[in-house]
């Protein structure tokens, strides 16, 4: 899959946390795709695509306790934690496209 043709309605800055590692990079959304593409040349192949229909759960934490930036993605198979500014409007994007789906 390729997002070069894709369009997306959001795309915000973003950092991907695995573990100890991390990537900075942009989370962009469409009704049908969240994806997350690194930023720097060396890391680019760090590309993670999620079906907004394979997402079972958007759970919101706080970074060092008071920052309201985290959000986790859970899918069947995977979590995804990432570090975005306006997780607000990433979450009410995912709930609009999901409610429209049922």
């Given at each position: ?14 950092t ?16 049908e ?12 192949l ?14 919101k ?37 999901r409610?429209?789906?049922l």
């Amino acid at each position: 899959m390729t997002s070069r043709n894709r369009k997306y309605d959001i795309n915000v800055a973003a950092t991907y946390y695995e573990g100890k590692n991390s990537w900075e990079g942009r989370l962009k959304l469409n009704s049908e795709y969240l994806v997350f593409l690194a930023k720097s040349k060396q890391e680019r192949l760090k590309k993670i695509e999620i079906l907004i229909s394979e997402i079972i759960e958007v759970v919101k934490k706080n970074s060092l306790g008071i920052i309201p930036n985290v959000l986790i993605v859970k899918t069947c198979n995977n979590s995804y934690t990432f570090h975005v500014y306006s997780r607000e409007q990433v979450i009410k994007y995912i709930e609009n496209v999901r409610n429209k789906a049922l």
